[in-house]
C-alpha cells in the first residue's frame, strides 16, 4: 500500500475537542490507537510564569548545595522553605538579546529567545507560554492568563519600543498578549458565568464537522458513523448522571468555584495588594482548572514603580519610594535588595498556597512548574550573559527539585533549551524552538 494510505485513522475536530472515528469502508485510512494519555486520576499540570525587571542585587543572587542542605544567596531567603523544590539554573542567556539596546531588547522576547526589531516596527516571537496556551490550554476556560501589576510604557527608549520592556508574553510575533491589570476585570475573566470548552458536550463541539463527514460517506458507513455518535451521546448522559450521583472516580479540582469574593473594581494603589491580589488569582486559576497557563508580570523593566510599603534601609524612618525602581536598581545597594525580596517573597507565597492544596498524592505546587526570570542578571550592569532563572515544582514527578545547575562556560547555554524541555513536560514536543535545537537532559 502506498504511504498516503497509511496515515493515522480519521478524526472529528471541534473548538477543543478531537474524536477519533472507527474504521470505515468508505475511509481510505488505517487505523493507529496508540496514545499517550495520562490517566483521568492523575491531576493536569500547569504552567505559571512570573517575571521582575531590571535583576537582583549582583553578589546575592546563587545556590549551592543540594536538597534540605542547599544553601541560597540573600535575594532568594524568602524561597527557603521550598529548597527541596527549588531548580536554580545559571548561566543561560539568549544571544539575540544582546543584540540592540539595553532593557527593551533584553524582555520583549525572554520568553521567546526570538530577534527584535527596531525603530518603529513592533516584532518579536510568540512566547512559549503562548505556544502551550495553543494547544494544552483547549480544554479550560481560560485558555492562558496574563496579568501585569505595571501599566505598559508606549515610549521610546534608545531606538526600540518600550512595549518590549512592558510586554514578556507575545500571542504571535506582532502581538503582545493583552495584559490584565485590574484583579476585578482578571477575576471576572475567570469566573464570569459563560460557557467554556471544557463545560460543553464533546459531542455537540464536533458536530458540524460529522454533518461535513458524513456528506462524504456510503450508507452503511452513514449508519455506522450515526452509531457512533449515539453511543457517544449516551456515555456523557450516563457521566453527567453519575457526577450528579456523587459516583465519579479519577481527578476533579479541588474547587469548583471561587472561594474568595471578586475583588474591587479599580487599580489597588498599594503595590503589595496589588501583588497579593494577582497571585491569588493565578492560585485560584488552577486550583478550579479554570485556566493550566498564567503568566504574571511583577513589573517592567525600566520599571517606574516605587514601594512606599517597604521601609528604606539606607533611608532610616523613609519609604523605598525616593527613587522608581529602574534607577534603585542602578544603586545596587541594600534598599534594592530588599525590592528584590520583596518579589520573592510574592512568589513564595504563590509556592505557598500551590503546595497547601492536596491533589491525590502530590500538591498542586508538585502539578505544577513555576518559573521566574528577570531580563538581566544585575540592573547596575545590565548584563545579560547569563539570565537569572529559577523553577519551582514539581511537573507531576517530571523535575526533581533541590538542585543546582550550571551551565556558565559550557556550550549551548540557549534558554530556549530550558523552554524546551518545559514544553516536554506538558508533552507538547516542537523539534525547535527559538535559537534552540535541543532540550535540556538534566532538567
Not at 527549588?86 to 526570538?114: D, P
Not at 531580563?375 to 507531576?396: C, F, Y
Request: proline share 5%; net charge neutral.
Amino acid at each position: 500500500m502506498r504511504n498516503s494510505s497509511l496515515s493515522r485513522r480519521t478524526f472529528l475536530r471541534g473548538l477543543g475537542v478531537t474524536m477519533a472515528l472507527p474504521w470505515m469502508e468508505s475511509l481510505n485510512v488505517w487505523g493507529d490507537e496508540s496514545t499517550k494519555n495520562k490517566p483521568a486520576s492523575e491531576a493536569p499540570l500547569r504552567l505559571a510564569v512570573t517575571f521582575s525587571g531590571n535583576g537582583f542585587q549582583s553578589k546575592e543572587w546563587w545556590a549551592k548545595g543540594e536538597g534540605a542542605s542547599m544553601e541560597l544567596g540573600r535575594v532568594l531567603a524568602p524561597l527557603r522553605p521550598f529548597k527541596e523544590k527549588l531548580l536554580f539554573v545559571r548561566g543561560l542567556y539568549h544571544e539575540e538579546a544582546r543584540k540592540g539596546n539595553i532593557h527593551s531588547s533584553q524582555t520583549g522576547n525572554i520568553l521567546s529567545g526570538a530577534p527584535i526589531a527596531s525603530g518603529g516596527d513592533i516584532r518579536s516571537g510568540t512566547s512559549f507560554d503562548q505556544l502551550l496556551a495553543q494547544t494544552y490550554g483547549r480544554t479550560t476556560k481560560v485558555p492562558s492568563l496574563v496579568l501585569a501589576c505595571e501599566q505598559s510604557n508606549p515610549s521610546v527608549h534608545k531606538n526600540y519600543s518600550m512595549l518590549y520592556s512592558s510586554h514578556i508574553s507575545w500571542s504571535s510575533p506582532t502581538t503582545p498578549t493583552p495584559l490584565e491589570l485590574y484583579p476585578a476585570l482578571a477575576f471576572d475573566r475567570l469566573f464570569k458565568d459563560e460557557s467554556s470548552p471544557a463545560d460543553k458536550s464533546v459531542l455537540d463541539a464536533v458536530l458540524a464537522d460529522a454533518a461535513s463527514l458524513r456528506r462524504t460517506l456510503g450508507k452503511a458507513d452513514q449508519r455506522k458513523l450515526d452509531e457512533y455518535l449515539e453511543s457517544v451521546r449516551d456515555v456523557e448522559k450516563r457521566i453527567a448522571n453519575a457526577g450528579k450521583r456523587g459516583e465519579l472516580q479519577g481527578w476533579r479540582p479541588t474547587l469548583e468555584k471561587p472561594n474568595i469574593p471578586r475583588p474591587a473594581d479599580g487599580f489597588p494603589q498599594d503595590i503589595g495588594e496589588h501583588m497579593r491580589l494577582m497571585s491569588d488569582l493565578l492560585v485560584l486559576g488552577f486550583q478550579t482548572d479554570t485556566t493550566r497557563i498564567t503568566t504574571l508580570k511583577l513589573n517592567n523593566d525600566h520599571s517606574a514603580l516605587r514601594f512606599p510599603n517597604l521601609p528604606s534601609v539606607q533611608q532610616a524612618g523613609h519609604g523605598i519610594d525616593y527613587m522608581i525602581h529602574h534607577l534603585l536598581s542602578h544603586s545596587d545597594g541594600e534598599d534594592f535588595l530588599k525590592v528584590n525580596q520583596f518579589f520573592m517573597e510574592q512568589l513564595a507565597y504563590i509556592a505557598g498556597k500551590l503546595d497547601s492544596i492536596q491533589e491525590g498524592p502530590r500538591t498542586l505546587l508538585d502539578n505544577t512548574m513555576l518559573l521566574h526570570c528577570s531580563s538581566m542578571m544585575a540592573g547596575a550592569k545590565h548584563d545579560n550573559d547569563q539570565l537569572p532563572i529559577i523553577v519551582l515544582g514539581g511537573a507531576g514527578g517530571r523535575i526533581k527539585g533541590g538542585r543546582a545547575l550550571d551551565y556558565t562556560g559550557k556550550p549551548d547555554r540557549q534558554l530556549c533549551r530550558l523552554f524546551l524541555s518545559l514544553m516536554d513536560k506538558m508533552d507538547v514536543h516542537p523539534k525547535t524552538f527559538g535559537d534552540a535545537h535541543g532540550m535540556l537532559e538534566e532538567v
